[in-house]
Structure formats: structure tokens, C-alpha cells
T-cell receptor, first 118, second 115 residues
Framework: ETGVTQTPRHLVMGMTNKKSLKCEQH?????MYWYKQSAKKPLELMFV???????ENNSVPSRFSPECPNSSHLFLHLHTLQPEDSALYLC?????????????????FGPGTRLTVL | DQQVKQNSPSLSVQEGRISILNCDYT??????FLWYKKYPAEGPTFLIS?????DKNEDGRFTVFLNKSAKHLSLHIVPSQPGDSAVYFC??????????????FGKGTLLTVNP
């Protein structure tokens, strides 16, 4: 496997279910991200991890719970979701060199998980 | 309030002609701009970027122009090819503000290049 992989690619779940999205990067990066893309909306940053530490939580509801056990893996645990949470969930990774004044850290995206909440 | 706007949801161009995708931003703290390209069933891939200290950056068929006073940037693709058909996202970052990692995206423009 190369690049950033995400599983599953499609997920349908009920509002009472608990499921997890998985992301794995094979690029030797230190930073990982979760984004949400809803229909007709821009990509929204949800969480950022740098060297396994969460550095950003963009006011995400607690029914979304991220986990980063190491720099290569990122999970998004889902429970008691709402239909409006249906969206494409994208994972990304980057080098993680966030020095002030430097250039942005190019992010590499996975193919996404298409989530439908019934 | 959207800080990065791509006002054209779609654009259709003939093969061999120029494609011009536009992007406007409102946050004056943004100092680095990126374009990503996304094919169906794939994640976005980085295409080209520009720093606010420049007004033009070129990479092969792709050129990005930045007009800071107008808070406007555009991506030119010349000549356009059918394989360029994809959704193009404009993104911005406030690098000097220390947020190298934080990208604010537009909604995207679907480019269709007709043979």
C-alpha cells in the first residue's frame, strides 16, 4: 500500500450504532487530519494530530471521537450520529513541520469514507 | 461566513483551450494559497501553490495568479486536456500566523474538458 488509505470506503449506519473509520498513511509523516465534506459545502477541518498529540479540535461534537495510536494510524470513532452527519470523511497526512514563517505543510489525502446515517 | 469562495460551481471548456478557475478570499491574514484537484472516488491531490510575496507561479500547463489588492487568485490551465476534468479546490493558509497546517477550503469548481 502506498500513500494514504482509508477503510471502509462506504459505510451505512443507524443512529444507535457505533462504528469506526480507519486511516493509515505510508508516507512517514508525523501529522494526520480528519476532514468532513458535506454536500455543497467546503472541506471542514475536524481534528489534527501532530506526533500523536491532538493539536486541533474544531468544535466537533463529542459523538465523533478521534484516536491516534501512532503517527501512521488515525481512527474516528462514531456513536449516536445524526442523519446530518452523513458526509464524505477524508483523512490526510503531512510532514508535520509547522515552523512559524515556513511554507504550508503539504497535505496528502486519502480517498475518503462515504458515510450515510439513517 | 465563507473565507474562501469559489463562485463558479462548474466550468466547461473545449480541449486545447484555456481553463480559468477563480477564487476569492476575505481574510487578509491568508498569505499562502494552494490548489487541489479531486477526481471522483479519490482524495484531493495537491496541484500548485503560491505565496503572497509572489503574483505568479507556473508549473507546466498550470499557472496560478494572485492579486492581493483584490483578494483574488486564479488557476490557468493551458492547453486544457480531457484528463484535467475534475473538481478543483482553492485553499488558503495563514502561514506567518503560525497556522501552517490549517487550510481553509473553497467549495470547489467542477471542470469539464470536452474532447
Amino acid at each position: 500500500e502506498t500513500g494514504v488509505t482509508q477503510t471502509p470506503r462506504h459505510l451505512v449506519m443507524g443512529m444507535t450504532n457505533k462504528k469506526s473509520l480507519k486511516c493509515e498513511q505510508h508516507l512517514g509523516h508525523n501529522a494526520m487530519y480528519w476532514y468532513k465534506q458535506s454536500a455543497k459545502k467546503p472541506l471542514e477541518l475536524m481534528f489534527v494530530y501532530n506526533f500523536k498529540e491532538q493539536t486541533e479540535n474544531n468544535s466537533v461534537p463529542s459523538r465523533f471521537s478521534p484516536e491516534c495510536p501512532n503517527s501512521s494510524h488515525l481512527f474516528l470513532h462514531l456513536h449516536t450520529l445524526q442523519p446530518e452527519d452523513s458526509a464524505l470523511y477524508l483523512c490526510a497526512s503531512s510532514q508535520g513541520e509547522w515552523l512559524a514563517g515556513g511554507r504550508p505543510d503539504t497535505q496528502y489525502f486519502g480517498p475518503g469514507t462515504r458515510l450515510t446515517v439513517l | 461566513d465563507q473565507q474562501v469562495k469559489q463562485n463558479s460551481p462548474s466550468l466547461s471548456v473545449q480541449e486545447g483551450r484555456i481553463s480559468i478557475l477563480n477564487c476569492d478570499y476575505t481574510n487578509s491574514m491568508f498569505d499562502y494559497f494552494l490548489w487541489y484537484k479531486k477526481y471522483p472516488a479519490e482524495g484531493p491531490t495537491f496541484l500548485i501553490s503560491i505565496s503572497s510575496i509572489k503574483d505568479k507561479n507556473e508549473d507546466g500547463r498550470f499557472t496560478v495568479f494572485l492579486n492581493k489588492s483584490a483578494k483574488h487568485l486564479s488557476l490557468h490551465i493551458v492547453p486544457s486536456q480531457p484528463g484535467d476534468s475534475a473538481v478543483y479546490f482553492c485553499a488558503a493558509s495563514a502561514v506567518r500566523g503560525g497556522s501552517n497546517y490549517k487550510l481553509t477550503f473553497g467549495k470547489g469548481t467542477l471542470l469539464t474538458v470536452n474532447p
